[in-house]
């Protein structure tokens, strides 16, 4: 069974720095690329960010890029997601999810986290 | 590719038809266009990928449909665990969600 958990969430001044986790299990973690989405509360969903499996190539929406920092660790089977000049704007239930498909870049999410809250506040 | 969902709120009873529209500002590659139903408190869950094909372990109630521009999500005889939040979602150039439809009970 495919399990994906996060954690690291919390308060965080604007301008601050968090980093989040997300601990896979049940699938073969490096064969898959991997994605963060996020919701703001009581709003849509929003891909962040992505990273390809044994050679990683990163990915980002535009809103977040060159503030996050997606990476991973295959030996630990473990996804973070850096991010640094945190906005109000980023207040929202991060997602760790998995790609659907195999050794391929989809954005098709078959499997997800339950989510870490973020909140961007003074 | 916007991604426009309709209604904004649709209500209805257990054991009817429930009809979801999503609608692309552009046709959608290879009808790369994906539903998600979430529940308050939850993750989303992944129901129809590739227009019409059901994700592993989704009741067969759940039916998508359509192709280019145009998609249906249709739910066959509403069960009382079928009320909660639907996405739509295109993958076939980078990735776009549809603001969501709210199916609650009348």
């Known amino acids: 069974e495919v399990q994906l958990l996060e954690s690291g969430g919390g308060l965080v001044q604007p301008g601050g720095s968090l980093r989040l986790s997300c601990a896979a299990s049940?699938?073969?973690?490096?064969?898959?690329?991997m994605n963060w989405v996020r919701q703001a509360p009581g709003k849509g969903l929003e891909w962040v960010a992505g990273?390809?499996?044994?050679?990683?190539?990163?990915y980002y929406a535009a809103s977040v890029k060159g503030r996050f920092t997606v990476s991973r660790d295959n030996s630990k089977n473990t996804l973070y997601l850096e991010m640094n000049r945190l906005r109000a704007a980023d207040t929202a239930i991060y997602y760790c999810?998995?790609?659907?498909?195999?050794?391929?870049?989809?954005?098709?999410?078959?499997?997800w986290g339950q989510g870490t809250l973020v909140t961007v506040s003074s | 590719i916007v991604l426009t969902q309709s209604p904004g709120t649709l209500s209805l009873s257990p054991g009817q038809r429930a009809t979801l529209s999503c609608r692309a500002s552009?046709?959608?590659?290879?009808?790369?266009l994906a539903w998600y139903q979430q529940k308050p408190g939850q993750a989303p869950r992944l129901l129809i990928y590739g227009a019409s094909s059901r994700a592993t372990g989704i009741p067969d109630r759940f039916s998508g449909s359509g192709s280019g521009t145009d998609f249906t999500l249709t739910i066959s005889g509403l069960e009382p665990e079928d009320f909660a939040v639907y996405y739509c979602q295109q993958y076939g150039s980078l990735i776009t969600f549809g603001q969501g439809t709210r199916l609650e009970i009348k």
């Open positions: 552009q046709s959608v590659s290879s009808n790369y």
């Open positions: 990273i390809s499996g044994t050679i990683p190539t990163t």
């Open positions: 999810a998995k790609d659907a498909q195999e050794m391929r870049l989809l954005l098709l999410f078959d499997n």
């Open positions: 049940g699938f073969s973690f490096s064969s898959y690329v």
